[in-house]
């Protein structure tokens, strides 16, 4: 609020995030925003729809994001960098499902800003525009898309609506993967824990371990709904940083694996050395190189379809590192399930 009270308007986000912590990302400025614009009597803009998760990705976004993909090679082949220094898959994914259609609209995808926006913002939409025109002229019964927005809720409905979980994408070398909400949320401008983050602090820190079954009720809920998912055979757990005697994150693949009726893998995915947690470190470089090798396989996984668990995403570094150790074993598929995942990582 104080943000955009220094700004004097709340109708164009950048300017506001320009003045926020990194990690207080453009859903939370938007939320704020909207309160803030209600409570002057003033509408707040038209956003756009969350994107689809990625099972259910319609064919024509598959196919921009592909060509968001060679631009972005061809961009860093220009500038000789490396292409995530550009935009990360994440953004583009986003910019795939979202489509923007103009300077503002792009500016609110996560992990944009202004100097990227100025930079490669009218490549982009340029592109953009050209794949929606080619896909009217191939089905000329396609019309212009008509939002499925429902109107903004309520003033006293927004606290119902914050409080309830909000299911995020995680991307990665993994086929799909959801964690079940933020591992907090944003009320104005105090920080607390979601519904999700809320259950699995109890059930980490307050010994509440029969909190796995309903956790992993969720999960499986999840699952159901998504379509598109190969059967899966087993549940794999991501290894503790360091042995404890009761692993939080093996005891729910052992609940999800019951709700499912497969079998969970204790054993296969093994730590080959101690790590630090990775919540001490700041840096994705220190993450990244704190789990870098740690991992190996102790078991066949050749040709499974397997759920790849554990009950934080921060960086993704530690999924990302056993998600690779698994796919050198010659697993079929992996589907990544988190509890949670921190705010500043969704980008």
């Known amino acids: 609020r104080a943000a955009i009270e220094a700004v004097g308007s709340a109708q164009y986000l950048a300017p506001i995030k320009a003045r926020l912590p990194e990690e207080i990302d453009y859903g939370v400025i938007r939320c704020v925003a909207n309160a803030w614009l209600r409570e002057r009597g003033q509408t707040p803009p038209t956003t756009s729809p969350a994107p689809k998760p990625i099972t259910e990705r319609p064919p024509e976004d598959d196919a921009l994001f592909g060509k968001l993909r060679a631009w972005r090679m061809e961009q860093a082949r220009q500038e000789k960098i490396a292409p995530f220094m550009i935009f990360s898959d994440a953004v583009l994914h986003e910019l795939a499902s979202y489509k923007p259609q103009s300077r503002q609209e792009f500016l609110n995808i996560k992990g944009v800003g202004e100097n990227k926006t100025q930079k490669y913002g009218a490549q982009i939409l340029q ?77 980490k820190y307050r010994d509440e371990h029969n909190l796995a079954r309903e956790l992993a009720a969720r999960w499986a809920e999840l699952l159901r709904a998504q379509n598109g998912l190969p059967k899966f055979d087993a549940v794999v757990p991501v290894p503790p940083s360091t042995p404890r005697e009761f692993d939080p994150v093996g005891n729910l693949a052992k609940a999800l694996a019951a709700e499912l009726k497969i079998p969970v893998l204790f054993g296969v995915l093994i730590k080959t050395r101690a790590t630090k947690p990775q919540k001490e470190m700041i840096a994705l470089a220190q993450k990244q190189a704190n789990v870098r090798g740690a991992f190996a396989l102790k078991g066949d996984v050749r040709g499974k379809h397997v759920l790849l668990v554990d009950d934080l995403y921060d960086s993704g570094a530690t999924l990302q590192e056993a998600a690779r150790v698994l796919q050198r074993g010659g697993v079929a598929s992996i589907v990544v399930l988190t509890l949670t995942k921190t705010i500043h990582t969704d980008r």
């Not at 008509?146 to 994408?169: E, G, K, N, W, Y």
């Not at 991307?171 to 983050?197: C, I, K």
């Open 127 to 203: 592109i953009i525009a050209q794949s929606r025109n080619r896909a009217i002229a191939q089905s000329p019964n396609l019309q212009s898309p008509v939002s499925t927005l429902q109107p903004p809720p309520p003033d006293d409905d927004i606290d119902a609506f914050l409080a309830q979980p909000h299911t995020r994408a995680l991307y990665g070398p993994w086929r799909a993967g959801w964690a079940l909400d933020f591992h907090s949320r944003f009320d104005g401008d105090t920080q607390n824990r979601g519904v999700v983050g809320d259950l699995a602090f109890r059930y």
